[in-house]
């Protein structure tokens, strides 16, 4: 039912910034919760921050804490990953995801996912 699309990815120096931004098309965008999944080549996709569907409750994987930050907007059907500090450890492919059910931990069982966008951090 919702369709995902990322945007905003590209190429940063380290410790610059970047905001991704995931655009639903959905109309119940907003009785999803959302989260960013990425992944390097070479390794497993990795669970990122997710957001409730109210904004009112974030989650963020212990690598990304305190410099990444995870936010949506319901009357514009968007979600958004603000990342500061970027890392070169940072690069990778970043998903946009929508579970009705907060279903992060098992990654093949969450309703929709977006295309991805590519993020690199040079050092």
């Known amino acids: 039912q919702a369709q995902l699309v990322e945007s905003g990815g590209g190429l940063v120096q380290t410790g610059g910034s970047l905001r991704l931004s995931c655009a639903a098309s959905?109309?119940?965008?907003?009785?999803?919760?959302m989260a960013w999944f990425r992944q390097a080549p070479g390794k497993e996709r990795e669970f990122v921050a997710a957001?409730?569907?109210?904004?009112?409750?974030?989650v963020y994987a212990d690598s990304v804490k305190g410099r990444f930050t995870i936010s949506r907007d319901n009357a514009k059907n968007t979600a958004y990953l603000q990342m500061n500090s970027l890392k070169p450890e940072d690069t990778a492919v970043y998903y946009c995801?929508?579970?009705?059910?907060?279903?992060?931990?098992?990654?093949?069982?969450?309703?929709?996912w977006g295309q991805g966008t590519q993020v690199t951090v040079s050092s």
């Open positions: 995801a929508a579970d009705r059910n907060w279903n992060w931990s098992y990654p093949s069982q969450i309703d929709y």
């Open positions: 957001i409730t569907m109210s904004g009112g409750r974030t």
């Open positions: 959905g109309r119940t965008f907003s009785t999803y919760s």
